[in-house]
Structures are given as C-alpha cells and as structure tokens.
C-alpha cells in the first residue's frame, strides 16, 4: 500500500510490461461557478494482463481516468502512454482509431438494440474490426452459446450484461474497460458478469480495469487503486485472488 500520487507510480513487478504509464495526469472541468479538478496530477503503471480495480466515492476521479485512458474524453496535463503513444497529444482520429483497434468497453447500462438478437449484437462490432472473434465464439466464452437467437427481452439482466461482454470482446481487444459493470445487477446476476469479465481476460490476455463502488469486487483483482479527490489514495496487492463466484453482497 502506499499514500497520494506525489510518490510515484508503484514499482511494476519485475519482468512485467507496461500496458499504460500515467504521468502527472489532471482534468479539470470549467463550469460556470468555477473550476472542478477531476484528477490532480495521477502517476500509475498499468501491467499488461493484470485485472486492476478501482475504488472510490463518486466524484473521486476513477471513472474520469478510465474515460481518459479508453479515449472517451481528454486530460487537461499530464501523459499517458499506449505502446509508446501518448494518448493525451493524440489526434481525434489517432484516438477513433485507438478505440476501434485496442480497446473493449462495458458500461452499467448493457446498450444492446433490442431489435437484434443477443449473436446479431456482437456481429455489430466485429463487422467494424480488424481480426474479431466469431460471435457465437464471444458469447460461448461469457456461457451464452444457448442464448444466442434470444433478444434482449427474452434475457435476464445479467445475461444482456454478459452480451455486452461478449460484444466488447469480440474484437479482441488489449485493453477492457468496465465502469460499474454490475452496477445494475443482482449479487447473483453480477457475479456471474465478473466471472465471465475474469474467464475472458485470463483465456485472451486481456488487461482489464474494473470501476465499482463494491468493495467486494476488489478480491478478485491483482491490484486495487483506491482514488480519493482526484488522486491515487492507495495501491493495495492482493497476494491471494479469490474466484469470482466466491463473492456475495
């Protein structure tokens, strides 16, 4: 564990590559009644293929980092770099570019068309990607290769979470960002969505950064980043994970 980010970023462990290396990042939003400061000067290492969460009250800065580092919105200062690319001097299109190609998001909210059925919405962005999964391959990996023909409707809650796992992952993204991914869910539904997010990332290597207000979430992590006012409050290593159907809340 360690205190604010003035003291660095952890020390990665050895032999480990870095999939981000944050430096002195900040946001600050202008509003009419002055300025909010989102982040304030954040340093972090990001390993590659380690399942990283983040914790924090709202209003601490988790989601305007994992916003920042997916290419969804732009830091005031600061770096961050992706393959040796600093995403915060990239272009618009560097960054559409860096989205389609590198990286898979799931929200609280599953955004699925309800038009389409659960393999029609995963073929909706692997018919935007370079080197995708098969659908039926994507949604078999999250358990749903028996609901594949089902809509939206016809789904449970965490059932239509785990479509849009699979949607994010059909693409084969390096990097999966999830803010609040069980935000919307049961215990029961949402651990599920875990175990599938923690299946997908150790079968494809994919690093993954989790945002929740569940403490619980934590245990299945390598490492978590607690934010508090807009800066890294501490880094804790879990020496042991546990799995995630082993979580309860």
Excluded at 127 to 156: C, K, N, T, Y
């Amino acid at each position: 564990m360690r205190g604010g980010a003035s003291r660095g970023p952890e020390p990665s462990a050895p032999g480990r590559e870095h999939a981000y290396e944050v430096r002195g990042l900040t946001k600050v939003y202008r509003t009419g009644a002055g300025e909010v400061r989102a982040l304030r000067g954040v340093d972090l290492d990001i390993e590659r293929g380690e399942t990283l969460v983040l914790l924090g009250p709202s209003g601490s800065g988790k989601s305007t980092l994992l916003n920042i580092l997916g290419g969804l919105d732009r830091a005031t200062s600061g770096q961050v770099l992706f393959h040796g690319r600093d995403l915060v001097r990239a272009s618009d299109r560097e960054l559409t570019l860096y989205r389609r190609r590198s990286v898979g998001f799931i929200f609280q909210f599953f955004n699925l068309s309800p038009s389409l059925t659960a393999r029609e919405n995963v073929e909706l962005i692997t018919e935007i990607a370079d080197d995708p999964m098969d659908p039926a391959e994507a949604l078999a990996l999250v358990g749903l290769q028996d609901r594949m023909d089902h809509f939206p409707a016809q789904l449970s809650g965490g059932q239509q979470q785990r479509v849009a796992v699979a949607r994010a992952i059909a693409k084969r993204p390096e990097i999966l960002f999830c803010d609040e991914p069980t935000g919307s869910l049961d215990s029961a539904s949402g651990v599920q969505v875990l175990d599938a997010i923690v299946r997908v990332a150790a079968e494809c290597g994919t690093t993954s950064m989790i945002v929740t207000h569940n403490a619980v979430v934590a245990d299945i992590a390598d490492r978590v980043i607690r934010f508090s006012d807009g800066a890294v409050a501490e880094i804790h290593v879990n020496s042991v994970k546990r799995a995630a159907r082993d979580l309860a809340w």
